[in-house]
């Protein structure tokens, strides 16, 4: 019998394709009022799997709103009571339960200082929600796995989604149309059962690293997450030129690497960090629709070849079978990926 956790890798496609349908009036409304508002910058409000869609929104609103991106810092206004300044920009609450005190204390003072409040969340009737002006319903139903698989491709996709509206770019919308097909293509590609033997003569690593530039910098820290949770693995995600920075120096022969390669403006970058590695004999995992880069000694796992999903989309295909390899490396250790230790499904932090 399937684990709560694979069963909600599968649903992910129709998820999907609800959101899409489903918000994107809403979407185009919430974005019709930021461009009313014309905010200087753009302050997230995450933790875990949504802090890294909100390493997505870094780049995504960057470079297609010309929007600089921070990453909020709650603590500032829960430990030590000095907010900064708000007032110009737009903030995006990210939570699939909404709960979290510290997110919906960021997300309240910018609104008292009257920024633009937008929350993205699995339930509309969370603190967070209220807390905000404009909500973005995620419509991904009910996770009953601890570990986010689908909240968080519906997070990258809302994110995705608002970000098109506000460039109202057609062009954008119909790449969006395609996504939940590609998804599902992705995990036809790479059914679970394939993963056991690939992850087998790894299961006694304790540690590994998962690379990713530019829009998947998120996956790479979204993967790292998802083997710690239900594997117990310590892996570290970096970006390319960081691996050059001190990290390198622990890689040796059989040391496991997580490579997440699509078509894009940053697989070039992953040349000389892929020569790297494997000059050190690590163990390459590369996710990737590149036949140069699949074509190398490594365990392959491929994302659609045709037609490639744009690189702005492809962490949310790329992110797929970095979850099923968690879930893999998890059994292969013995582990229930359904319980992980000292987890609960919503975590409220201050």
């Not at 992910?12 to 508002?37: D, G, H």
């Not at 753009?42 to 609103?61: E, I, M, P, Q």
């Not at 609104?111 to 929350?119: E, P, Y």
């Not at 970006?239 to 390198?248: E, I, N, R, S, V």
Request: charged share 20%.
């Amino acid at each position: 019998m399937p684990t709560h956790f694979e069963t909600e890798i599968g649903e992910q496609p129709n998820c999907l394709a609800r959101l899409l349908e489903t918000e994107r009036v809403n979407v185009e409304r919430i974005a019709a009022e930021v461009r009313r508002c014309a905010p200087a910058f753009v302050v997230t409000a995450a933790r875990g799997s949504s802090d890294n869609a909100a390493r997505y929104a870094k780049y995504l609103f960057g470079a297609h709103n010309r929007l600089v991106v921070s990453l909020g810092a709650p603590s500032l206004i829960t430990l030590y009571g000095a907010p900064p300044s708000l007032r110009k920009a737009l903030m995006i609450g990210i939570s699939q339960s909404g709960q979290s005190p510290d997110i919906v204390a960021l997300l309240a003072e910018g609104r008292r200082q009257g920024a633009l409040t937008i929350a993205v969340t699995n339930n509309p009737a969370s603190p967070l929600a209220a807390a905000a002006e404009h909500v973005i319903d995620l419509h991904a139903g009910a996770e009953q796995a601890i570990v986010a698989t689908k909240s968080y491709t519906c997070q990258l996709l809302a994110l995705a989604m608002l970000s098109a509206a506000i460039e109202g770019s057609p062009a954008r919308w119909r790449d969006l149309e395609g996504i939940a097909d590609a998804a599902a293509t992705t995990l036809a590609l790479n059914p679970a059962r394939q993963f056991a033997k690939a992850v087998a003569p790894l299961a006694e690593a304790h540690r590994m690293v998962t690379i990713g530039r530019g829009f998947n910098f998120a996956t790479a820290f979204e993967i790292a997450l998802k083997v710690k949770e239900t594997a117990r693995v310590m892996a570290d995600p970096y970006a390319t030129p960081d691996l050059f920075h001190g990290p390198m120096a622990m890689v040796e022969p059989g040391f496991p690497a997580v490579v997440i390669a699509p078509s894009g403006a940053a697989l070039a970058d992953m040349t000389p960090a892929l020569d790297a590695l494997s000059e050190r004999g690590a163990e390459i995992i590369a996710i990737s629709d590149d036949d140069g880069l699949l074509a190398r000694p490594g365990i392959h796992v491929p994302l659609p070849l045709a037609p490639h999903v744009p690189e702005w989309l492809s962490p949310i295909t790329a992110v797929l079978p970095g979850q099923l390899w968690a879930l893999a490396l998890a059994q292969a250790r013995g582990l229930d990926p359904d319980q992980p230790r000292g987890l609960s499904k919503v975590t409220r932090t201050r």
